[in-house]
């Protein structure tokens, strides 16, 4: 307890905890985006169950990553080289790594999986009927333990990238540890209303299978060495979002429109 004091009477470590919260909460936005996704194939008395299941071991998975912080760094330095030098083409874009570390390979094999999981749900939702295809719903149809299972698929991948993000803004690891439990409380509260909202609005369905189209392509970029700034992809999002409320408010007016017209007559 006396270790903790002086940071908890400094100013600046409580600066570092409301940073670093406000930060662990943005990026969970994906992870909760992807987990109302696929719990909401689920039977509805399940969707419940699944999400605390698989925001607990978000909560769990990171609590773990942080007690083996030493590991965790370990896992940014290289494992393999290809042997090419990265340096600027004609244009002055940087050419990707071709030194790779695990948590390059990780968030490749994340992004991969993303881009394959979002694809699909695409697929499902333009074409309703079953095809007998690759893609075919009955072929992947998501009962409560596979969707336990990609979760924590993702959970890896998500955890390992909010971790590092909080080893490079403070050295105090019970602010990394108070910052991690806030932030994940935050998306055990939202996962509810956030799931309901996604599947009681179908455009919203497809903007956030979009959104997970774009994160997976963003990891994989970040495990080639291609580092795409985080503000970016949020900032199209929240654009995307604010198109979206503004299509909802013009359908809901002319639904009324159209209610009141009929009562009209």
Known sequence: MSSLLPLLLDPAAWAALLALVVLEVVLGIDNLIFISIVTNKLPEAQRPLARRVGISLALG????LLAAIAWLVGLTEPVFDLGITGELNDHGIPVFETAFSWRDLILIAGGLFLVWKSTTEIHHSLDAEASGALL???RFGTNLAGAIVQIILLDMVFSIDSILTA?????????MVAAVIIAVTVMLVAAGPVSDFINKNPTVVMLALSFLLMIGMVLIA??????????YVYAAMAFSMFVEALNMIARGRRSRLQANGSAAK
């Open 167 to 175: 080893i490079g803004m403070t050295d105090h690891l019970p602010i």
């Open 136 to 138: 075919d719903k009955q």
């Open 61 to 64: 998975l990171r609590l773990v």
């Open 222 to 231: 970040d495990g080639f060495g291609v580092h795409v700034p985080k503000g």
